[in-house]
């Protein structure tokens, strides 16, 4: 049974592994531009929604300008922080509403659509180093079957070529698995600072006493 498994494996070779390896660099790299340009525009908005409104308030603990021109305010910034004010503002004359608690379930809603395709990096970060290793194994049992097939005369050129070619597989699942692992930190870390700079906004609009 060894043996039958033995040549199964030297039959698959290392060729498809490098296949799929190339088709999840393709899919990284597209997660990464999906993710990141639409992330930086959000961000910027964000940022000037600080610059321009935001930072103010807290410098002046001014807690209520926030309720005027509410609609155009939302209109000139899309970004989190105006969205979670206006949520605020159309619910605090309704009674019986726990503002807390539909403010945090209003922000974590936009974090899960913010997180979109993310955990795809993790994912192919993760596993990606393993399926080039296994591509490794593969092309390295091939490399020991044509020696044992050219016999003990096979020019090490020859064995050198295999093994090297089989150690490419590892190569690759690195250089895909790198990349992968950074942006996949690199994203989160942006939304983080998106959903807290929208909870400090709600904090301090939901400090306000009528």
Known sequence: MIHELFRILNWMGSEWVLVILIALSVVTVWVILQRWFELEKMNGVSRRFWNEHAAAWFENGDNQSWKK???????????????TLDIIRKSSSQK????????AGYIEQRKLKMEKYI??????????????????????????????VEGLGASMDNISAGISEALVATAIGLVVAVPAVIFFNILNKRISV????AQSVSLLAMSHKE
Request: aromatic share 6%.
């Open 69 to 83: 021109n509410g609609e155009a305010m939302r209109a000139n910034y899309p970004c989190l922080e105006a969205d």
């Open 96 to 103: 019986g509403i726990e503002m807390d608690k539909m403010v």
């Open 119 to 148: 955990g795809i990096l993790g994912t192919i970060g993760s596993n990606a180093p393993f399926i080039g290793l296994l591509g490794t194994v593969l092309g390295i049992i091939r490399a020991f079957h044509n020696m044992s």
């Open 194 to 197: 998106l959903v807290k700079r």
